[in-house]
């Protein structure tokens, strides 16, 4: 049982470049969620989803997109990658009620020169 | 969203309990109260969580006022392996209504725990 796996681990990106870091569970969880976190900051929420084909924003979506195709796999994509979006990216996973907990995968170590 | 407040930083002694509180004064009725930790250069735990009642697990016990507008996470003998960041979160609903809980972090507590 992997629980949340993200890849890649790390990524330089130039200035306007694109990527995808992509996030897959195998929990079968209904919520996945995408945090991104700054040095010496909490962590903020990018975009999440609660099913399939769904999305919706977070608080700080913008120069982000998701996607949501398969149930496992929640993918979050940069079209034109700027410094201020190096960070730590977290995703995470979670049942639909506040009962349970969230499972977070590892991180993405992503600098943008 | 039901904010949390945290002190910064704590200090503990290897083999000694910690108790670590946390406000959260606007709490309302159906928010669950959650515990997570962050290690170093890792994604964030799940520790524990609870509603009304006081809940233990291996990892730790959380403590709920009686009011619900505070709680503490007890570790019963600290680690250096516990030496984190520990966030308290409320699990909110969705402010546009249904059933679309997350979680909003803020800066945590830093535990420290010497040796």
């Known amino acids: 049982n992997a629980g949340v796996t993200q890849t890649p681990k790390f990524r330089v990106l130039k200035t306007g470049q694109s990527m995808t870091l992509l996030c897959a569970q195998d929990m079968n969880h209904e919520y996945m969620y995408w945090y991104r976190q700054d040095p010496g900051m909490g962590l903020r929420l990018i975009h999440y989803s609660v099913g399939e084909g769904t999305t919706a924003k977070g608080e700080v979506p913008d120069g982000y997109n998701v996607s949501r195709l398969k149930k496992q796999n929640f993918l979050l994509g940069l079209e034109s990658a700027a410094p201020s979006q190096t960070s730590v990216y977290f995703c995470?996973?979670?049942?639909?009620?506040?009962?349970?907990?969230?499972?977070f995968g590892s991180g993405t170590r992503l600098t943008v020169v | 969203d039901a904010k949390t407040t945290q002190p910064n930083s704590m200090e503990s002694n290897e083999e000694e309990p910690v108790h670590l509180p946390c406000n959260h004064s606007t709490i309302s009725g159906t928010d669950y109260i959650h515990w997570y930790r962050q290690l170093p250069s890792q994604g964030p735990e799940y520790v524990i969580h609870g509603l009304t009642s006081n809940v233990n697990n291996r990892m730790a016990s959380l403590a709920i006022a009686e009011d619900r507008k505070s709680s503490t996470l007890i570790l019963h003998r600290a680690t250096l392996r516990d030496a984190a960041v520990y966030y308290c979160i409320l699990r909110a609903l969705e402010n546009s209504g249904g059933s679309n809980y997350k979680l909003t972090f803020g800066k945590g507590t830093l535990l420290t725990v010497n040796p």
């Open positions: 995470a996973s979670s049942w639909w009620t506040g009962r349970h907990g969230y499972t």
